[in-house]
């Protein structure tokens, strides 16, 4: 991975209702060209810390409090969601969250709409995605509605790079899926990152999976970063079972002992 840095996150706090903390104290690092894996258990704040960032917080009533984001060496904090879009942020969202009554050619074409190409580029990029997706392609006419979970992944993936993004933020993207359509889905995710360098991160409760594509891995307990690491060495750390399992003691006080 490259020392230049895509996305710092410095101690950020966030709440919902301005009354339940979700993040305390959250800080984080994605190198260019890095995919960066964001652990932890329900309720860990995995979600919360991709949509303090993206700043889609506030569709929940949720607000950021405390610290600064930095994108691409520029602070970001409280930035447009729409405008994050067009400088090459883009979210995947959990749950996948398709139009189910448009069709898939129709859900891709939607990823566009911050970069307003000319038809004929547009046309380039679904069929770059079809090679990408090629089940989307025999299913392009069909509403997303009656997709399976699987294909619903690919036609959010795929919407989102159609907007030709530096970053993605990606939000469970193993929840509910079969075992070989998870595979599937992260080697698409590190082939466009070895061969394109696009930058990832990642929040997935499956450790292993994510860990298996991540260069680097944080874990996140109860709104705090308990770990942090390289990817093979988290896989086999101990805190890492600890934020799964309960553990909360010995994980959160090596955490503040190390602080």
């Not at 079969?178 to 698409?188: L, W």
Request: with cysteine; net charge negative.
């Amino acid at each position: 991975m490259s020392a230049a840095s895509i996305l710092e996150v410095d101690a950020i706090h966030a709440a919902y209702g301005g009354l339940v903390p979700a993040l305390r104290g959250v800080s984080l690092t994605v190198p260019a060209g890095g995919i960066v894996a964001l652990l932890g258990g329900n309720g860990a704040g995995k979600t919360t810390t991709l949509k303090a960032i993206s700043n889609l917080l506030r569709v929940e009533r949720g607000e950021l409090s405390a610290g600064r984001i930095v994108y691409r060496g520029e602070p970001v904090t409280g930035a447009d969601p729409w405008t994050l879009a067009a400088r090459g942020l883009v979210q995947v969202l959990e749950g996948r969250r398709c139009f189910a009554h448009l069709t898939v050619e129709d859900n891709l074409r939607l990823g566009a709409f911050v970069r307003r190409p000319a038809r004929s580029e547009l046309d380039a990029e679904l069929e770059r995605i079809y090679a990408i997706f090629p089940r989307l392609k025999e299913r392009r006419r069909a509403l997303a509605g009656h997709t399976s979970g699987g294909e619903q992944q690919m036609v959010a993936l795929g919407r989102a790079l159609i907007a030709r993004p530096s970053l993605i933020l990606l939000d469970e993207p193993s929840m509910g899926l079969a075992p070989a359509v998870v595979d599937e889905i992260f080697d698409v995710v590190a082939t466009l990152n070895r061969d394109e360098g696009l930058s990832v991160l990642l929040a997935e409760q499956n450790a292993m999976v994510a860990l298996r594509h991540a260069h680097y891995g944080y874990v996140l307990e109860s709104g705090r970063v308990v770990a942090e690491g390289d990817a093979q060495q988290l896989s086999s750390a101990d805190v890492l079972r600890d934020a799964y399992l309960g553990g909360t003691g010995r994980a959160f006080a090596e955490a503040e002992t190390a602080a």
